[in-house]
């Protein structure tokens, strides 16, 4: 990323997308920022500016190491960030943490925070937006659902055999003698 390139973000100010963080958040509180992007569509963190997006600086030694042991020990499954450091003026650098959408997962903190990224905040997801992020990522299978209150005469029987001896290519009287056999 350029330096213009950075100003430019910093000019339009925090959004859904990009978060001004001091270096001397808690590994914590950053863990939730970086859950909050991933359980969305993505985003920047930008280290070394405050709320207002004056920029203060990196003041943190070996600050990639330690945003990569937030991703990876206080981020459920571990988040793989693209760190990137821009100096804004001498001795003033700020460093840029884009944090990818998840794909194929939900993630949670290290203490079981569940979070989502709203407009310029982050915050915890309810359960509702909790079912909905856990389907769109393919892991809730309705199909292998149980569902309540219903029995085998309910069923479609012929659907049934339909499944079992055209899709599957089983006779269901084979079947049926097996388990008698049992």
């Not at 990639?64 to 760190?83: D, F, Q, T």
């Not at 905040?121 to 856990?134: D, H």
Request: charged share 30%.
């Amino acid at each position: 990323m350029t330096k213009l390139e950075l100003l430019e973000i910093i000019r339009n100010g925090e959004s859904s997308y990009t978060e001004f963080k001091l270096d001397s958040i808690s590994p914590n509180e950053l863990a939730e920022v970086f859950v909050g992007f991933a359980n969305s569509d993505g985003g920047k963190v930008l280290l070394g500016l405050d709320d207002n997006g004056d920029i203060i600086g990196i003041t943190k030694d070996k600050i990639e190491e330690w945003v990569i042991n937030i991703c990876r020990n206080n981020c459920e499954p571990g988040i793989i960030p693209l760190v990137e450091t821009v100096e804004v003026e001498p001795a003033k650098k700020v460093m840029v943490v884009t944090i990818p959408r998840g794909l194929g997962s939900v993630y949670k903190t290290n203490r079981g925070r569940w979070r989502i990224r709203v407009g310029s905040t982050t915050r915890e997801a309810s359960t509702e937006e909790l079912a909905r992020l856990f389907q769109q990522r393919g892991m809730v299978h309705f199909d292998i659902a149980p569902v309540p209150k219903v029995g085998f005469g309910q069923l479609d029987m012929r659907r049934v055999r339909y499944y079992w001896e055209v899709i599957r290519k089983i006779k269901l009287d084979e079947v049926e003698t097996k388990l008698e056999d049992l």
